[in-house]
């Protein structure tokens, strides 16, 4: 006869080596952008991502000024964030706030006012946790079990655990304004490279033939794993 003791013991250790296996899986993050002027004739926004091992930096910028300056503030401001914190040891926020005031002093110095000219968003990855920052008119979706929220929508900055199939749509307001959230849950929910669905979606706002239509950007990140 089988000891019930020996039986509970081997349930357990299964148990716990499924929970143990389970906390230690990596996320497998893979991502896809596209960019488009729309009837623009100049691109005022930007873009910057950056992958190792230990995390992901994401960022989409809005220059809210003049083409030339505009561009620059950008740029400006996703290459600071990109930098700052692919380096920065200190926590998530503090070191967003350290970046903020970088870019109002570079600014400044350059062809500005103080005022921040820019709107951005930005997303930092780091095993199952995702954080998350913004200023101004740019846009960050989750959809997970078929369903889409708008995570930006009420609150600048928060925090999150990543779950496996998540997939997060970054965007300027050239593309956030123009897309409806069916549009959107209807191309995030095929099975295609995240690339893939970057052109599908610009695809469809160029679709609509939007008269003035702004240029914008998209950045898909999934977790695959």
Same mark, same amino acid.
Request: proline share 1%; with cysteine.
């Given at each position: 006869? $089988?000891?019930? +003791? $020996?039986?509970?013991?081997? $349930?357990?250790?299964? /148990?716990?080596?499924?929970?143990?296996?389970?906390?230690?899986?990596?996320?497998? /993050?893979?991502?896809?952008?596209?960019?488009?002027? %729309?009837?623009?004739?100049?691109?005022?926004?930007?873009?910057?991502?950056?992958?190792?091992? !230990?995390?992901?930096?994401?960022?989409?910028?809005?220059?809210?000024?003049?083409?030339?300056? %505009?561009?620059?503030?950008?740029?400006?401001?996703? *290459?600071?964030? +990109?930098?700052?914190?692919?380096? #920065?040891? *200190? &926590?998530?926020?503090?070191? $967003?706030?350290?970046?903020?005031?970088?870019?109002?002093?570079?600014?400044?110095? #350059?062809?500005?006012?103080?005022?921040? !000219?820019? #709107?951005?968003?930005?997303?930092?990855?780091? %095993?199952?946790?995702?954080?998350?920052?913004?200023?101004?008119?740019?846009?960050?979706?989750?959809?997970?079990?078929?369903?889409?929220?708008?995570?930006?929508?009420?609150? !600048? +900055? %928060?925090?999150?655990?990543?779950?496996?199939?998540?997939?997060?749509?970054?965007?300027?307001?050239?593309?956030?304004?123009?897309? #409806? *959230?069916? *549009?959107?849950?209807?191309?995030? +929910?095929?099975?295609?490279? &995240?690339?893939?669905?970057?052109?599908?979606?610009?695809?469809?706002?160029?679709?609509?033939?939007?008269?003035?239509?702004?240029?914008?950007? /998209?950045?898909? /990140?999934?977790?695959?794993?």
């Amino acid at each position: 006869m $089988i000891d019930i +003791k $020996i039986v509970i013991l081997i $349930i357990a250790l299964l /148990i716990f080596f499924a929970y143990v296996r389970k906390c230690t899986q990596k996320n497998k /993050i893979e991502y896809g952008n596209i960019q488009c002027l %729309g009837q623009r004739s100049y691109q005022n926004d930007y873009f910057s991502v950056f992958q190792s091992d !230990q995390k992901m930096i994401a960022t989409v910028a809005d220059g809210m000024i003049t083409h030339k300056k %505009g561009r620059y503030a950008a740029i400006l401001a996703a *290459e600071v964030l +990109k930098e700052n914190l692919s380096t #920065s040891t *200190e &926590p998530y926020f503090l070191t $967003i706030e350290k970046s903020v005031h970088e870019m109002q002093a570079k600014m400044s110095q #350059s062809m500005f006012n103080r005022t921040l !000219q820019v #709107s951005f968003l930005n997303v930092v990855i780091e %095993g199952n946790h995702f954080w998350w920052y913004s200023i101004g008119n740019c846009y960050l979706f989750l959809y997970r079990d078929r369903a889409l929220t708008r995570v930006n929508q009420h609150k !600048q +900055k %928060g925090r999150l655990k990543i779950k496996k199939r998540d997939t997060f749509l970054l965007c300027t307001d050239g593309a956030g304004l123009q897309l #409806s *959230e069916i *549009e959107m849950i209807n191309v995030l +929910k095929k099975k295609n490279m &995240p690339y893939v669905k970057c052109v599908n979606l610009s695809n469809q706002i160029r679709d609509k033939n939007i008269i003035d239509q702004d240029h914008f950007t /998209i950045v898909i /990140i999934e977790n695959v794993a």
